[in-house]
T-cell receptor
Framework: AQSVTQLDSQVPVFEEAPVELRCNYS??????LFWYVQYPNQGLQLLLK??????LVKGINGFEAEFNKSQTSFHLRKPSVHISDTAEYFC???????????FGPGTRLSVLP | ETGVTQTPRHLVMGMTNKKSLKCEQH?????MYWYKQSAKKPLELMFV???????ENNSVPSRFSPECPNSSHLFLHLHTLQPEDSALYLC?????????????FGEGSRLTVL
């Protein structure tokens, strides 16, 4: 079985500053990794995903994430955030053999003017 | 229509009412899911349907009853709910066996039980 930890429940950051949202996972099998974003009163939208290949993955809205197998991490980064990035961010993992998704508890990113 | 659509977006019901949430996916996927999202709690997987058969039921109370009449439609029938059932109910779909299992979500149905 897989599990996901998001160490920060809330991250406040000023506009145009860089941000990193942390995600660590545990699994005994190969995994696929995902970051989803949820804006207020909306469903979850895929930001980016790691399936295989290059460990640096680029997603929508200027976000990127790096898969680090030795540290079992998949941290999300953005070099300069905007007010519109204020949302809840979820890290998720699924076993490469098709087990169910496991979501982290989420990190609320608040971008301050 | 594209993606996953959920209706209604908002629902208020009394504890003795019977209502249903509807989900439709236009992605040709073969699996559909119901998730519950409560304030300050992680996402809870409620039900999974794969090829129209229920393959997972995570100890959900019987006052929640899912129905999957075909691969594109999923319902969640609600009856005699409790106030603690107030939450955002999210439907999702994915392609199993041949896909990455990536979930595509609807906008959610916000349920308030009075």
């Amino acid at each position: 079985a897989q599990s996901v930890t998001q160490l920060d429940s809330q991250v406040p950051v000023f506009e145009e500053a860089p941000v990193e949202l942390r995600c660590n996972y545990s699994s005994s099998v190969s995994v696929y990794l995902f970051w989803y974003v949820q804006y207020p009163n909306q469903g979850l939208q895929l930001l980016l995903k790691y399936l295989s290949g290059s460990t640096l993955v680029k997603g929508i809205n200027g976000f990127e994430a790096e898969f680090n197998k030795s540290q079992t991490s998949f941290h999300l980064r953005k070099p300069s955030v905007h007010i519109s990035d204020t949302a809840e961010y979820f890290c998720a993992v699924i076993g490469a053999y098709g087990q169910n998704f496991v979501f982290g508890p989420g990190t609320r990113l608040s971008v301050l003017p | 229509e594209t993606g996953v659509t959920q209706t209604p977006r908002h629902l208020v019901m009394g504890m003795t009412n019977k209502k249903s949430l509807k989900c439709e996916q236009h992605l040709g996927h073969n699996a559909m899911y119901w998730y519950k999202q409560s304030a300050k709690k992680p996402l809870e997987l409620m039900f999974v349907y794969s090829l129209e058969e229920r393959v997972e039921n995570n100890s959900v109370p019987s006052r929640f009853s899912p129905e999957c009449p075909n691969s594109s439609h999923l319902f969640l029938h609600l009856h005699t709910l409790q106030p603690e059932d107030s939450a955002l109910y999210l439907c999702a779909s994915s392609q199993l066996q041949g896909g990455t299992g990536e979930l595509f979500f609807g906008e959610g149905s916000r349920l308030t039980v009075l």
